[in-house]
């Protein structure tokens, strides 16, 4: 039974990203989707994945100024896309040297946020993060960021324009930054076929995490 619902269409997509054939339409768990008569392919939409990274030093936070629209002139926590072929707590580490020279490690991934966008749907992830190198290493890249600075909390709302899940990161989290432990690749249950590496990131397991476990354990 044909489905009614149809994936919205996207303007951008076409044609095959595969074989270049023009895209017709295919039920495909429970929606008609763009889907290529030629090679099969189906698309099942556009994403894209954010992140940003929580960096405390002595009771501040460092923010960045963004340098260009969408946006300019607004403080943000450092960030930016994460590229194809990396896990998004690389990704994270990579921007910030790239916008401010600083190097970071990973600690924890502190919150997702989930956005849909006119064209395609993004995935925000916020880290918390360690600086390694020294915090004098602090140089704003001057093109991606024009700016950037150690604020404390209660400066925030004094620089202006600030990024509103960043401002919500630093008011709900900073102050106790738990957070979802990156899971070392030798921990992690073995990729799928069609997975090359994988990134896994879980909840603390301590035993004051929950009240009660949710698998009864035998004495
Ligand atoms: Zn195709």
């Not at 270049?20 to 994403?47: D, T, Y």
């Not at 069609?194 to 929950?210: C, G, I, V």
Request: contains cysteine; aromatic residues 6%.
């Amino acid at each position: 039974m044909p489905s009614d619902i149809v994936q919205p269409p996207n303007p951008d997509e076409r044609f095959c990203s595969r074989c270049g054939q023009p895209l017709g339409l295919r039920e495909e768990g429970g929606r008609l989707r763009p889907a290529c008569p030629g090679c099969g392919h189906i698309v099942f939409g556009r994403f894209s994945v954010g992140v940003g990274g929580l960096i405390i030093r002595r009771s501040r936070i460092l923010l960045v100024q963004r340098a260009h629209d969408p946006g300019r002139g607004r403080w943000t926590l450092p960030g930016g896309y994460v590229e194809e072929d990396e896990a998004p707590h690389d990704a994270i580490v990579r921007e910030v040297l790239e916008e401010t020279a600083l190097t970071v490690v990973p600690r924890a991934l502190l919150a997702l946020r989930h956005a849909q966008n006119a064209r395609e749907q993004n995935l925000y992830l916020v880290f918390s993060l360690a600086l390694r190198g020294p915090p004098s290493a602090l140089r704003p890249d001057g093109r991606e960021i024009a700016d950037a600075r150690w604020v404390r909390p209660d400066e925030v709302a004094s620089l202006g324009a600030v990024g509103s899940i960043s401002k919500w990161v630093i008011e709900r989290l900073a102050r106790r930054p738990g957070g979802f432990r990156i899971i070392p690749a030798t921990q992690q249950p073995p990729p799928v076929l069609t997975h090359r590496w994988t990134a896994l990131y879980a909840a603390p397991s301590s035993r004051t995490h929950h009240r009660t476990p949710l698998f009864r354990q035998k004495e």
